[in-house]
């Protein structure tokens, strides 16, 4: 097949990609998020190498991807969450990713999707059937796409699956634990080892492996035209991430967490007294020096970037809890 194009479909759980990109931007020593149009070019030549071709003849033809959402009329309750829906909705279309979503559904007082992972594997496959995938490519760390693989290995389709193992203590101290399951990395065609490549990669300087990170330092608007999931260093890093597990996939399952990481400024501050505010539009969040973890408040200032959690206090207020401050060279 090296003088015809090979035509390679991607289909990404969202709430696993969000997962595996919080983690290099949280506790990888990158400490920095995952750009799209790198990492679809980083798939090109995983796909590539696996077929022993040029990476000119690996294309993506389709991509999609799958996510629960809160209603409107949800989000319109929850600060910029519209905005930066919208915002995460520009940047999958300036990539050319077809997204899915669907309504996130109440469940003992916990919000969680339901039917996204049928809905992937159903479009999978009749995208398969219409666009004649040579690979398709899944970006997913659940056994429950086992049937799908064997469907497309009866079609003839070669199948890869982006594969992230990793182990880590959260600011709570939790032991978080990622890995995907068995079952599926041992029906896949290409079972990956995506963290193993990344890392050696990075040691040895691979282009298309350094070029998968987004600098914190970049301005918003060159952000958005690299389509990064980090919208801006001032918003919320993913739409809906505050709705859903982020923080522990094991053997492909999820687990719940709470609140949502956020970066933003110092706006005020009143060390004496020991609280200050964050900037978070429209209403700034506040928080107490006891909350904060590196750092006494007697060492900030007014601009400092702080890394938090937003949580809702009895009162049903979003504040800021677990506080980190940025160092300056990140």
Same mark, same amino acid.
């Given at each position: 097949?090296?003088n015809e194009i090979l035509k390679i479909g ?15 931007? *949280? ?18 030549? =995983?796909?590539?190498?696996? !077929? ?27 600060? &910029? @969450? ?20 669907? +309504? ?7 919000k969680e999707e339901k039917g996204i992972d ?6 999978? *496959?009749? @995208?398969? =059937? ?16 086992? +049937?799908?693989?064997?469907? =497309? ?32 990395? @041992? ?16 040691? !040895? ?31 919320? =890093? ?12 094991? &053997? ?5 967490? !709470? ?15 020991? *609280?200050?505010?964050?900037k978070y539009p429209p209403n700034n969040l506040?928080?107490?020096? @006891? ?15 702080? !890394? ?23």
């Amino acid at each position: 097949m090296s003088n015809e194009i090979l035509k390679i479909g991607v289909f990404y759980d969202g709430n696993y990609f969000l997962h595996v990109s919080n983690y290099y931007n *949280y506790f990888h020593s990158m400490r920095q998020r995952l750009s799209l149009p790198a990492f679809h070019n980083f798939i090109r030549h =995983l796909v590539a190498d696996a !077929e022993e071709i040029p990476v000119q003849y690996s294309r993506i033809i389709g991509a999609h991807y799958f996510r629960g959402r809160l209603s409107a009329q949800e989000a319109s309750q929850r600060g &910029n @969450q519209l905005y930066n829906d919208r915002v995460f909705d520009d940047i999958l279309m300036s990539v050319g990713i077809v997204s899915h979503f669907l +309504p996130l559904r109440t469940r003992s007082g916990k919000k969680e999707e339901k039917g996204i992972d049928v809905w992937l594997a159903l479009e999978a *496959y009749e @995208q398969t =059937l219409i666009k004649k995938f040579d690979v398709l490519v899944l970006i997913t760390s659940d056994g429950e796409y086992v +049937p799908l693989v064997r469907k =497309l290995n009866s079609l003839g389709v070669k199948t890869m699956v982006l594969n992230w193992e990793f182990a880590y203590v959260d600011d709570s101290g939790r032991d978080i634990v990622t890995r995907t399951a068995q079952d599926l990395l @041992q029906e896949v065609t290409y079972p990956v080892a995506a963290h193993t490549i990344i890392d050696d990669g990075l040691e !040895e300087g691979v282009e298309y492996v350094e070029d998968l990170f987004v600098s914190v330092e970049s301005n918003s608007s060159s952000r958005m035209n690299d389509a990064s999931l980090n919208n801006d260093s001032h918003l919320m =890093l993913d739409a809906n991430a505050d709705e859903q597990d982020e923080d522990s996939f094991e &053997n492909g399952d999820e687990k719940e967490t !709470e609140g949502v990481r956020y970066r933003g400024p110092i706006m005020m501050l009143n060390p004496a007294k020991g *609280y200050g505010f964050i900037k978070y539009p429209p209403n700034n969040l506040f928080f107490y020096r @006891q909350d904060l973890e590196n750092v006494d408040i007697m060492q900030l200032q007014v601009g400092d970037m702080m !890394e938090c959690t937003i949580v809702h206090n009895d009162e049903g207020d979003q504040v800021a809890k677990r506080l980190r401050r940025i160092p300056s060279y990140r």
